[in-house]
């Protein structure tokens, strides 16, 4: 896995990059997210809850965007060795540790 966002620096959120960053989504992401959960819970009908769906995958690609710019290096390196270890974190533990410190929650 080479980078995780593409020639135009837009994030590719793959299982591997969501993964990695799944701390920081859990932390900076948290009110869109239960919005749409509550949405969801509120309402059976999936079209009700769409505008709150944006505004999570909004927050997490801005995120995404934010996490590559602050510190390229260790958020490649953590979400390639998520790839390459099938998102299993306890393999990349070393490369978690970099990523956090260069970008702490």
Do not use: W
Not at 13 to 26: D, E, F, G, N, R
Not at 31 to 42: E, R
Not at 83 to 98: A, P, S, V
């Amino acid at each position: 896995m080479g980078s995780t966002v593409d020639a135009a620096g837009n994030p590719i959120p793959t299982s591997a990059v969501l993964m990695a960053a799944s701390k920081h989504i859990a932390t900076r992401c948290r009110d869109a997210n239960v919005a749409f959960l509550k949405c969801k819970k509120d309402d059976p009908n999936p079209e009700k809850c769409l505008d709150k769906g944006h505004q999570v995958t909004r927050c997490v690609l801005s995120l995404l965007k934010d996490l590559h710019q602050r510190c390229t290096k260790e958020m490649d390196a953590y979400a390639g060795c998520m790839y390459y270890h099938t998102n299993e974190f306890e393999l990349c533990r070393k490369e978690q540790k970099e990523f956090e410190k260069a970008c702490p929650l």
